[in-house]
Nanobody, 125 residues
Framework: QVQLVESGGGLVQAGDSLRLSCAASGRTFSRYAMGWFRQTPGKEREFVAGISRSGGSTYYSHSVKGRFTISKDNAKNTAYLQMNSLKPEDTAVYYC??????????????????WGQGTQVTVSS
């Protein structure tokens, strides 16, 4: 098993940046593909970004491509989501997810076995 803990959320203004971290403990981090998802009240969990086990391949949703960057440091057992040019519509609880069955990534939440507790990101206009 792997345990995931997100950090780095907060309240920022439109146009600002934040970096979210997802620290993993447990089994070898390099075995896991990672994803970042977000969720607002009353809505389904939305895929934001994904990264392969090695960190060599990344994928982004259309809404964040060009503004967000996902990365993965296997030596530090940590994944990151750098969020630039934040918009009010980026406001959500952000979750990191991991699964060792995936080689690359998946944009389906059901394909991830492990989830963090979430971190709130609020972007004011």
């Amino acid at each position: 098993q792997v345990q995931l803990v997100e950090s780095g959320g907060g309240l920022v203004q439109a146009g600002d940046s934040l970096r979210l971290s997802c620290a993993a403990s447990g089994r070898t981090f390099s075995r896991y593909a990672m994803g970042w998802f977000r969720q607002t009240p009353g809505k389904e969990r939305e895929f934001v970004a994904g990264i392969s086990r090695s960190g060599g391949s990344t994928y982004y949703s259309h809404s964040v491509k060009g503004r967000f960057t996902i990365s993965k440091d296997n030596a530090k057992n940590t994944a990151y989501l750098q969020m630039n040019s934040l918009k009010p519509e980026d406001t959500a609880v952000y979750y990191c997810a991991a699964d060792e069955r995936l080689v690359a990534y998946s944009d389906y939440p059901d394909e991830y076995n492990y989830w963090g507790q979430g971190t709130q990101v609020t972007v004011s206009s």
